[in-house]
């Protein structure tokens, strides 16, 4: 089934390359033309862009967790709603690191072809991670 495939390979993502750091596995995972619809500020929108945004939040969250709460499949697109957490121990948002933990949710929307990730979008609530960043 390639709803079922996808979502496995947009898992391994998460659990390999975002909460445990390999980045190798992007370049593994993500198409050399893939692109990102919603980078942060600074951040390029491709795969290498990506690979920056992961060490980016391993920096800020070094003992950052990401929980998947769920995912659903439909054709070529995954949705995966999960919940980033860490201790704000370097930069992030233009804010240096506070010691506090902090905990965010995202959903992710990403298209696949070919086995490969090439389209990624992203929803979140900037206001309440920088509340929460907020000394």
Known sequence: MPTEA???IVLRLV?????????DVVDELL???FI??????GIPPTRAGFKMLF???RAAFPDLRVTVHEQIAEGDRVMTRKTLQGTHRGEFMGRPGTGR????????????RNS???EHRLLLDRLAIQEQLAV
């Open 15 to 23: 659990t390999e390359a975002q909460s445990a750091g390999n980045l």
């Open 36 to 41: 990102d619809y919603t980078p942060p500020p």
């Open 6 to 8: 996808n979502k496995a």
């Open 101 to 112: 933990l902090v905990s965010f949710e995202v959903i992710d929307i990403i298209t696949l």
């Open 31 to 33: 198409a050399e033309d």
């Open 55 to 57: 060490g980016y939040l």
């Open 116 to 118: 490969k990730i090439c």
